[in-house]
């Protein structure tokens, strides 16, 4: 890409990868055919259609439309692979669904994102209470239950999405009541519960740290809307608010964005409430924002990147402390290629901004530092090269096209490596 235009236009936010990728998994709760909406046409999609085709199920999807429907058997099988699993660690949210259904699961431990090991002890010792025995075999995590879920007090020790998730959907077919204590909050987290409790499940306290779980026998299936991205959503906002744009951002939740939202008005955007989304118009030059992530409605660790991008080309200096994956900072050994002016100090990031970046070739190590790094191109001076778009793939759909769309000079020199159909 060659940096220098100033974005403007407008982009639609489709529903949430972190989102659907759990609803797909939660559709194997119930025999029958379950039908999501507004689906992004993004490979991590097609990997989890995939895992779930290999587990018995007919899945299709409709890229286009956005829709995925997906027949799930009276007997799935229980075995997620590693070729599957190691492509996208998200798989091991199959795992509660799984044991829940067929009181036995086995899946392959997780790779995905190069976003440091990320553990599962969490998961472990959930499921544990409720039951479920969990060992190692061969590289895959063995979970039994054999003589059926129990529910269970349990009180996370960090409010863990994958674990609150892997816990929910095993819990609402288990005998009794869960409660699962500092259980995550993120929109995403109320997204799967609202469809589980469409689906039959009995559960309270949906947006809250505590969740009340009564198991039922079985579940049914269901058509089901997915809410919509906040992550791309903010993505488009510092896009915005990084190249002195102006972008309309429809179906963008400002609700799920108020800490984001808030940062991007302190660092000079404008945002604006729309009847079907918001818009950002972004100043000349950005001041510099402090920011620290936190789970949610903490500042999101994915929106991280972009707000390093968007120091990087302040006016001032300020302080990024990532507190949930430090290895997110390996952004920006790639962005100081770009003259980027950033010191890390364990997991902070002392950022001193440059009037302008100067381009560079780059490489993205995950999903939003490689967006983040197109975002850093779009406003360095000269033609930036980054590689490794696939990783960009996992979570944006034709992200090169929709940019041409808003002004920006980006061209993408290889295909998209789709495995999957
Ligand atoms: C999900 C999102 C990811 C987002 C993250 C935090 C998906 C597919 N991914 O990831 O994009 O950045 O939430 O909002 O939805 N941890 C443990 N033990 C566990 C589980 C987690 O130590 O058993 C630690 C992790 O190492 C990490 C932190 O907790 O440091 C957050 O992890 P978690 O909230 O579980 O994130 P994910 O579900 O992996």
Redesign the pocket.
Known sequence: MVGGARLEGSVRVPGA???V??LMAAALLAEGTTTLVDVPDIL?VRIMAELLRRLGCEVHHDRVGGVVSIRVPGTPSHRADYELVRA???S??VLGPLVARCGRAEVALPG??A????????????LGALGVTIGVDHGYLVAEAATGLLGATVRL?????????NLLTAAVLARGTTVIDNA?R?P?IVDLCRMLRRMGARLDGIGTSTLRIEGVDRLGPVEHRVVPDR?VAGTWAFAAAVTGGDLEIRNGETGHLGMVLDKLETSGSVVSVLPDGFRVTGPKRPRAIDVATL??PGF???LQPFVITLDAVSDGAAMVTEN???ARFRFVQEIARLGAQVKVDGHHALVHGVPRLSAAPVEASD??AGAALVLAGLVAEGETVVAGVQHIDRGYAAMDVVLRGLGAEVTRTTLPEYTYP
């Open positions: 990868k972190n989102s990728l759990k991590d996208m660690r998200a091991i949210c995905g994102d976003i440091g090991s990320r553990g599962l002890d969490l998961h472990v010792t959930g020790e960090f409010p863990s999405v994958g674990a609150t998730e995550a993120e995403e992550i789970p949610y999101p660790t994915d949930l994956f430090e999903i939003r």
